[in-house]
């Protein structure tokens, strides 16, 4: 169910001066707290190079399930020098298909709860974004990269195949061709070759990146709840459909998003000259 469903956009809003931790029960491995209105979710087992365990990502799962009422956007990033060395190639045991099928199924519940959750994610990127890595960055809705940052698949070379939702999600981003020379000769493409090619949207200094996403994360929290569910629920499904279906719903999801209560005093703002005007280099 949305977030905002049965709420106004008035009891979404929290002071932006909480912060402290979520209190919800995660491994270890991950680590959770908010700063204001921005839910902030660290991989935390830079020992392993934030590889992804069942438990991480049942635990990922978790979080995205839990957020409280009042967050309005959550900020996705590592701990230590990489992102995520992706799958964690020690529980890589003997599986049949069945189980094999069930592992995959269960990434792909816990990377559908980011991409169609309760509120837009942002993910910052530095070091190895690999493998089941950029599967998880995939599913984020906005990606910031540190220069450090290099994206590989190297699941061909080892013998396996993608399992996180990566054959749908990244033929979208980066186009299927692109796709398979990662996969068949395990290459990598730089920080700078990834923005090129629309993996990030935004390209930050060695350790910015968390500063520049929080910043963002603030400003899209300080969206209406009402419009952020159209980007995030509406406008990728919208995507997919033939045009006249897209116009169709467009027309439908614009008329309801402009008749809330929010978007006319916001209106009003701007036409009294209240409101912000949009400007350039922000
Ligand atoms: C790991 C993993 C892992 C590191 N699973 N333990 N992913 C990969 O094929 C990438 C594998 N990892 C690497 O290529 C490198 O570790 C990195 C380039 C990411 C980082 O290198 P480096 O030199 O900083 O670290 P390291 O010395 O290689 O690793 C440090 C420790 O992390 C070491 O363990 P230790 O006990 O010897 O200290 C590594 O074994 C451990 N480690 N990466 C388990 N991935 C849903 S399907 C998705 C399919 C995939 O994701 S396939 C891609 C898997």
């Known amino acids: 169910m949305p977030a905002f469903a049965g709420m106004t956009a008035e009891r979404m809003r ?3 001066t909480q912060s402290g931790s979520l209190r919800i029960k995660l491994p270890a491995s991950l680590l959770a707290e908010r700063q204001g209105d921005v839910a902030i979710l660290r991989l935390s087992r830079p020992q392993k190079r934030n590889a992804l365990d069942d438990e991480t990502i049942v635990g990922i799962e978790t979080f995205f ?3 409280p009422d009042g967050i309005g956007a959550v900020l996705l990033h590592g701990e230590g020098e990489h992102f995520s ?19 995959s199924s269960l990434w792909h519940r816990a990377f559908e709860k980011i991409q169609f959750g309760k509120v837009p994610v942002v993910a910052v990127l530095h070091g190895a974004v690999v493998g089941g890595g950029l599967e998880l960055a995939a599913a984020a809705h906005i990606r910031v ?8 698949l190297p699941e061909g070379s080892r013998g396996i195949y993608v399992g996180g939702g990566g054959s749908v999600r990244l033929p979208r981003l980066i186009g299927t061709a692109r796709m398979m020379d990662m ?27 968390f500063a520049k996403g929080l ?15 159209a980007i995030l629920q509406a406008l990728p499904r919208i995507a997919e459909m033939d045009p006249a279906a897209g116009y169709a719903i467009e027309a439908l999801m614009s008329s309801i998003a402009q008749a809330d209560g929010e978007a006319k005093a916001r209106l009003k703002d701007f036409l009294e000259k209240r409101g912000p005007k949009v400007k350039p280099g922000t």
């Not at 996969?183 to 990146?209: C, F, I, N």
């Not at 910043?215 to 569910?229: D, H, Q, V, Y």
């Open 65 to 67: 399930t839990s957020l």
């Open 215 to 229: 910043e963002l994360a603030k400003r899209i929290a300080g969206n209406t709840p009402l419009t952020n569910f």
């Open 183 to 209: 996969m068949l000769t395990g290459r990598t493409y730089s920080a700078e070759e990834g923005q090129a090619m629309g993996l990030t949207t935004y390209l930050v200094e060695p350790g910015a990146g």
């Open 85 to 103: 060395a992706g799958l964690d190639l020690s529980e890589l045991q003997e599986r049949d298909i069945k189980q094999g099928i069930a592992h």
């Open 145 to 152: 990269a540190e220069r450090t940052t290099y994206y590989a």
């Open 14 to 16: 929290v002071s932006n």
